[in-house]
């Protein structure tokens, strides 16, 4: 088992003196004002400042994994973003980085403050479940993963990504969205993929952030890059495959990089707070629809308050929320059933096209 692990050829971690980094991080941040659509990858390396183990690091769960040590994955609902997430989220917001595509599946990027909207996570998030009929997607303030007898069961029978809720929309079995090593081919969940690759034909700086640039097709970002001549930057602790094309090369750690390039770009970071919106109730449930682009938060309204709205602005909330309603016959009670309806589907935040 331990012999189709693929690890680095050299695992071993480099620090780059930090004069030379501050003089690398200088040119880098003059690239950055010079772009105009710089997107930034990022992988298990800017999540282990919150205790979250890597997986090709000297102490990754998959080197261990080969030297037949079985260590066991920290569950990331259970720790919260760090202030590299909060430092990339601040870059998103200031309009530094247009679209962030991340390995990562722990939500740590969604829980800082990052739009659904300007992320490609391209292995899926451990809160997110998904219907494989309509596309709606649900975030789960808990692991969708949790092993319990009925996912194993269906894991059994061969159906390996469906977790034990429906959709509210159509009622179909939903599916976790994690893409493991050997479903890329399989896999429903393509969605991520596509935006990234597009969004990295029109990129002119491509940065990329803890990465082993070891996993495919992720990797192929950077070479698809380079050959169209514009500039890859590779901060990582480790060397890559990619090293020889990147246009700056920085080893440190992403947690002492992204303060110092915040800070090189006039990007405010001290009185930054490190959001996790998991606390927030709003977030609790939230709905993602296919090609998001739009916020729409729930409806707050109690039953009282909606038997005030006429059918119309009750049809309204429905539709653009593009829920589906067929009124029922019985006119003295359709009503009541409509606003019933509306309590029912429209009690979470909502990303609508």
């Excluded at 919150?50 to 090709?56: E, L, N, P, S």
């Excluded at 990052?114 to 789960?140: A, F, M, Q």
Aim: net charge neutral; with cysteine.
């Amino acid at each position: 088992m331990s012999a189709s692990i693929k690890l680095p050829d050299d695992i071993k971690e480099y620090i780059d003196p930090i004069d030379q980094v501050q003089k690398k991080i200088r040119k880098l941040a003059e690239l950055i004002r010079n772009s105009n659509h710089v997107v930034m990858f990022t992988g298990a390396g800017v999540s282990t400042s919150a205790g979250i183990q890597d997986f090709r690091g000297p102490y990754g769960y998959l080197t261990l994994l080969k030297e037949g040590i079985q260590s066991t994955l920290a569950d990331p609902t259970r720790t919260r973003p760090t202030r590299g997430h909060a430092a990339i989220y601040k870059l998103c917001e200031d309009g530094y980085i247009k679209h962030l595509i991340s390995q990562n599946t722990d939500g740590l990027h969604l829980r800082s403050g990052i739009p659904v909207t300007s992320i490609s996570e391209l292995h899926g998030n451990i809160n997110i479940e998904k219907c494989p009929v309509c596309d709606r997607s649900y975030w789960r303030n808990s692991n969708v993963l949790k092993s319990s007898a009925e996912v194993k069961e269906t894991h059994e029978q061969g159906r390996r990504h469906e977790t034990v809720r429906q959709c509210e929309n159509c009622d179909r079995v939903l599916q976790d969205t994690i893409i493991n090593c050997f479903d890329h081919a399989e896999s429903p969940h393509q969605q991520p993929l596509i935006v990234a690759q597009n969004h990295t034909k029109l990129c002119d700086l491509y940065i990329i952030l803890g990465s082993s640039l070891i996993v495919y097709p992720a990797n192929c970002f950077a070479q698809y890059v380079a050959i169209r001549q514009k500039p890859v930057v590779i901060v990582n602790c480790q060397k890559t495959p990619y090293d020889d094309l990147a246009y700056i090369r920085i080893f440190a750690k992403i947690e002492d990089f992204l303060p110092l390039l915040c800070r090189e770009l006039g990007v405010d970071l001290i009185n930054t707070e490190v959001t996790d919106l998991e606390l927030d109730q709003s977030f609790k449930d939230m709905i993602i629809t296919l090609n998001a682009t739009k916020k729409l938060d729930c409806v707050k309204e109690r039953t009282a308050q909606l038997r005030m709205k006429s059918e119309h602005e009750l049809m309204q909330i429905l539709t653009e929320r593009f829920i589906l309603y067929k009124p029922i016959d019985r006119i003295d009670v359709r009503r009541e059933h409509l606003i019933n309806t509306v309590v029912k589907k429209c009690r979470n935040t909502i990303y609508w096209v």
